[in-house]
T-cell receptor
Framework: GNSVTQMEGPVTLSEEAFLTINCTYT??????LFWYVQYPGEGLQLLLKATKADDKGSNKGFEATYRKETTSFHLEKGSVQVSDSAVYFCALLIQGAQKLVFGQGTRLTINP | DAGVTQSPTHLIKTRGQQVTLRCSPK?????VSWYQQALGQGPQFIFQ???????QRGNFPDRFSGHQFPNYSSELNVNALLLGDSALYLC??????????FGQGTRLTVV
């Protein structure tokens, strides 16, 4: 089946630290991959995406590269800010399918 | 553009009751999907509606049903509520299989 596994949280960093949140997936087809962010009390916002192998998605200083050989889509940011504190979800969508499959989420807290 | 709007934002129901949640899609969108997000978990796909038909369904019992109206808005109905139905219910809209935009969700508490 199709599934997504994220590194367990919570993750706590100091401001300006380097961030990596690991994400690996299992898929029966050729998925598109996504990172969503959920701020407290809000719904999900698309952070970035990649639709094929070796694509790099980027937005707001965050990056993730679609690695087919390692079935991974790790999220990185070079210098985090307090405002990045949120829950981050990795997700996949199989081409032609109708649903997103999410990981369990990683709670990130950035301390000033 | 109001984006995806859901109502109500919070509600509390008693076991065995029925509940209806509502979703208005982003302007121009024709497809609505519903997800259940239990506390501390990722969202789980319930079903998707397109052209007023249920197009695909996740692994949820028949107690969960839905509807899409001609104006593309949608309702999620849950019958015979269980304590385990307590969750954040998210609606997402898209134009066909394009990017999904999520609403802020409805927090359902079953007591």
């Amino acid at each position: 089946g199709n599934s997504v596994t994220q590194m367990e949280g919570p993750v706590t960093l100091s401001e300006e630290a380097f961030l990596t949140i690991n994400c690996t997936y299992t898929a029966t087809g050729y998925p598109s991959l996504f990172w969503y962010v959920q701020y407290p009390g809000e719904g999900l916002q698309l952070l970035l995406k990649a639709t094929k192998a070796d694509d790099k998605g980027s937005n707001k200083g965050f990056e993730a590269t679609y690695r087919k050989e390692t079935t991974s889509f790790h999220l990185e940011k070079g210098s985090v800010q307090v405002s990045d504190s949120a829950v981050y979800f990795c997700a996949l969508l199989i081409q032609g399918a109708q649903k997103l499959v999410f990981g369990q989420g990683t709670r990130l807290t950035i301390n000033p | 553009d109001a984006g995806v709007t859901q109502s109500p934002t919070h509600l509390i129901k008693t076991r065995g009751q029925q509940v209806t949640l509502r979703c208005s899609p982003k302007s121009g969108h024709d497809t609505v999907s519903w997800y259940q997000q239990a506390l501390g978990q990722g969202p789980q796909f319930i079903f998707q509606y397109y052209e007023e038909e249920e197009r695909q369904r996740g692994n949820f019992p028949d107690r969960f049903s839905g509807h899409q109206f001609p104006n593309y808005s949608s309702e999620l109905n849950v019958n015979a509520l269980l304590l385990g139905d307590s969750a954040l219910y998210l609606c997402a809209s898209s134009l066909g299989q394009g990017e999904a935009f999520f609403g802020q969700g409805t927090r359902l508490t079953v007591v």
